[in-house]
């Protein structure tokens, strides 16, 4: 890890307060989360790394995404409300401590380039339908990068392919090792054709972001 990054972690995230899954607080440390990247750096540190299952699309960048929503996606994969089975075992072998560390360590890397996003996002046509009659903006904001809760997630410039698959696994939840539990994004996305999600996952993708993918050295 270079130099410019070990001083971002300490000007922006040597010690954040992050919520446990059992009510407790745990202060996170970016610094102790470098360390502890070995299992998610083989996907998440290779630009345009792509899964194969349930079928092929790129994995999230989640370098900038909020540490409250990372923590928030490990504990559903620990319980099992999302099923991918590589990222249950890795969340499963993972601690309160590891997660918020973790966590921690990808909102500060996103910030090494402080990218600025327009204040409102303005869609049209067949988008501005769907993302209305879904009520999008509610949860994650009219620029889709400010969401109203530490635990929902940024998505404006997320893979288009990505979103797609997240939006339909919200459509699938009785299936052993694929799905999503969700009671909300569930009857949000159970309105919609795979189709429409697919509109829906390119105009989100077409938004300026402040999400990436930062490759580890050995990957550059």
Same mark, same amino acid.
């Given at each position: 890890?270079?130099?410019?990054?070990?001083?971002?972690?300490?000007?922006?995230?040597?010690?954040?307060?992050?919520?446990?899954?059992?009510?407790?607080?745990?202060?996170?440390?970016?610094?102790?989360?470098?360390?502890?990247?070995?299992?998610?750096?083989?996907?998440?540190?290779? %630009?345009?790394?792509?899964?194969?299952?349930?079928?092929?699309?790129?994995?999230?960048?989640?370098?900038?995404?909020?540490?409250?929503?990372?923590?928030?996606?490990?504990?559903?994969?620990? %319980?099992?409300?999302?099923?991918?089975?590589?990222?249950?075992?890795?969340?499963?072998?993972?601690?309160?401590?590891?997660?918020?560390?973790?966590?921690?360590? +990808?909102?500060?890397?996103? %910030?090494?380039?402080?990218?600025?996003?327009?204040?409102?996002?303005?869609?049209?046509?067949?988008? &501005?339908?769907?993302?209305?009659?879904?009520?999008?903006?509610?949860?994650? *904001?009219?620029?889709?990068?400010?969401?109203?809760?530490?635990? +929902?997630?940024?998505?404006? *410039?997320?893979?288009?392919?990505?979103?797609?698959?997240?939006? %339909?696994?919200?459509?699938?939840?009785?299936?052993?090792?694929?799905?999503?539990?969700?009671?909300?994004? *569930?009857?949000?996305?159970?309105?919609?054709?795979?189709?429409?999600?697919?509109?829906? &996952?390119?105009?989100?993708?077409?938004?300026?972001?402040?999400?990436?993918?930062?490759?580890?050295?050995?990957?550059?």
């Amino acid at each position: 890890m270079n130099k410019l990054l070990s001083s971002i972690f300490v000007l922006f995230v040597t010690s954040v307060t992050v919520p446990a899954a059992m009510g407790q607080e745990i202060k996170a440390d970016a610094k102790a989360g470098e360390h502890k990247i070995a299992m998610c750096v083989g996907c998440h540190g290779i %630009k345009g790394y792509q899964a194969s299952f349930p079928e092929v699309y790129k994995v999230p960048m989640i370098a900038g995404q909020g540490a409250g929503y990372i923590v928030s996606a490990l504990n559903a994969y620990q %319980k099992g409300e999302r099923k991918h089975p590589s990222m249950r075992g890795i969340a499963t072998s993972l601690t309160e401590q590891d997660m918020a560390d973790l966590a921690a360590y +990808y909102e500060a890397l996103g %910030k090494q380039e402080v990218v600025a996003v327009p204040a409102k996002a303005e869609p049209t046509g067949k988008a &501005a339908e769907l993302i209305a009659k879904g009520a999008c903006v509610s949860c994650h *904001g009219t620029n889709f990068s400010t969401p109203i809760a530490p635990t +929902y997630p940024k998505i404006a *410039g997320q893979h288009a392919d990505y979103l797609f698959v997240a939006l %339909k696994s919200y459509k699938t939840e009785s299936h052993a090792v694929w799905g999503r539990s969700n009671a909300i994004m *569930g009857g949000i996305a159970k309105q919609f054709s795979n189709a429409e999600l697919k509109v829906l &996952a390119n105009y989100v993708h077409s938004l300026p972001t402040e999400l990436k993918t930062v490759p580890e050295a050995k990957f550059k």
